[in-house]
């Protein structure tokens, strides 16, 4: 059975960090492209950041420079630092593995930033 669990969302004062993390388990972790997507109220859900099985990373212009993503296979987690954070990354975050176009996403967690 796959889980994906998320964990490190809260509430933080705008200009604030925090890091989430992603544990998986019941896949060859090293194998899977994961990503974070995050949605807001109202709003769909977006693609955050992602990182490929090779490294390789990927993020939205609107977090380029204040977000990365990072992974660590021997633990089969997959990180989010996101630094400098304003009211508008206020969303629930979702991780997500895929391979060969078959997706399994987290519960989600939820993120705040106060103005």
């Known amino acids: 059975q796959v889980q994906l669990v998320e964990s490190g969302g809260g509430l933080v004062q705008t200009g604030g960090s925090l890091r989430l993390s992603c544990a998986s388990s019941g896949i060859i972790f090293s194998l899977y492209t994961m990503s974070w997507y995050r949605q807001a109220p109202g709003k769909q859900r977006e693609l955050v950041a992602l990182i490929g099985s090779a490294g390789i990373t990927n993020y939205a212009d609107s977090v380029k420079g204040r977000f990365t993503i990072s992974r660590d296979n021997a633990e089969n987690t997959v990180y989010l630092q996101m630094n400098s954070l304003k009211p508008d990354d206020t969303a629930v975050y979702y991780c997500?593995?895929?391979?060969?176009?078959?997706?399994?996403w987290g519960q989600g967690t939820q993120v705040t930033v106060s103005s």
């Open positions: 997500k593995a895929l391979r060969y176009g078959i997706n399994y």
